[in-house]
């Protein structure tokens, strides 16, 4: 397994209380030959790609995905002042690249959080095309916030079949949106505000494919460090199969501002109703895909070869 130790950053951008704490790994996974997956972390962004098409260039793809996201000025500079508007730019420039490069035979999901502030109040912006997945732990309660673009996504939807067994079907793997291929490249976007003591993580389906989220739970919930927290979970998909590129990425937010402006040490009890109305149910799962070829300003990971 390649796996990179934990980087943590000092508080950036114009929220000076905020701290970001964050780990990062991936791993080709047992069965297959490449690692077509990508990703980025590097503070004020935190994505992974995974890659389709094989030996059609699947890891080329999420590689010009990540590369992409790695161009945006936050990056350079720290600041919290991405909008979804923003990202949509940088996804689309992807898009273009990949149809260009691959003759649009390859593609490639995108999930992840770009962090953000409104008003002085710091938030997560969630961004999701295809079933790449991020979770978001908070108060104890682990949340499934982006929402699956695949075929059994809207089975589950429609009520066709369930969500356990989406996790089965045959056609769990195909999905319905994605970068490089396909005429819907449009990404989902979810704005939360960030509570104290959040833990938000970010993988490909080689995760969530081998581990169910009570397990997922487990792990994020014991390990106080999140590059433990990464390391453990790639172990574990890897103790369940490995069938799949596997890659995560857990992000921890600390010294969180509140609506005042004074930061806060213990996370707020009363108030988080309202925002988790606002975060879509669990459901769906699984994608497809293999490489690696990680970007990012400030760290870089590869996969296994």
């Not at 980087?7 to 905020?18: D, I, N, Q, Y």
């Not at 991936?26 to 962004?45: H, K, M, Q, Y």
């Not at 010294?255 to 930061?263: A, K, M």
Request: with cysteine; glycine share 10%.
């Amino acid at each position: 397994m390649n796996s990179q130790q934990a980087a943590r950053t000092e508080p950036a951008g114009s929220t000076p209380g905020l701290s970001l704490s964050y780990g990062y790994g991936t791993d080709r996974g047992l069965r297959r030959e490449l690692n077509e997956d990508s990703f980025i972390a590097s503070d004020p962004v935190f994505a992974v790609a995974d890659g389709m098409g094989g030996h059609e260039a699947g890891e080329v793809a999420s590689g010009m995905c990540v590369r992409a996201l790695a161009k945006m000025p936050q990056l350079a500079t720290g600041a919290r002042t991405a909008t979804a508007s923003v990202v949509q730019q940088y996804l689309a420039m992807a898009d273009d690249s990949i149809r260009t490069a691959t003759g649009s035979r390859a593609g490639t999901t995108l999930t992840g959080v770009v962090v953000v502030e409104q008003m002085g109040i710091p938030y997560w912006l969630v961004m999701n095309v295809g079933d790449s997945r991020t979770y978001r732990l908070s108060q104890g309660t682990l949340t499934q916030v982006s929402v699956d673009h695949s075929e059994v996504q809207e089975l589950v939807d429609s009520g066709e079949i369930t969500a356990e067994q989406a996790t089965v079907h045959p056609r769990r793997h195909v999905v319905t949106r994605a970068l490089g291929t396909g005429d819907d490249t449009e990404a989902d976007y979810w704005l939360l505000p960030i509570e104290e003591g959040d833990r938000v993580m970010v993988c490909s389906d080689g995760l969530n494919g081998e581990l169910s989220d009570d397990q997922m739970l487990g792990v994020l919930s014991s390990a106080a460090d999140p590059q433990e927290a990464v390391d453990l979970l790639i172990q574990a998909a890897l103790r369940s199969g490995g069938r799949d590129n596997v890659t995560v990425i857990v992000v921890d937010a600390r010294n969180v501002l509140n609506e005042d402006g004074v930061s806060t040490t213990a996370p707020r009890t009363a108030s988080a109703a309202e925002d988790e109305d606002t975060l879509p149910r669990p459901g769906g799962r699984d994608g497809s895909a293999d490489s690696t070829e990680a970007a990012g300003t400030e760290e870089n990971a590869h996969g296994r070869s």
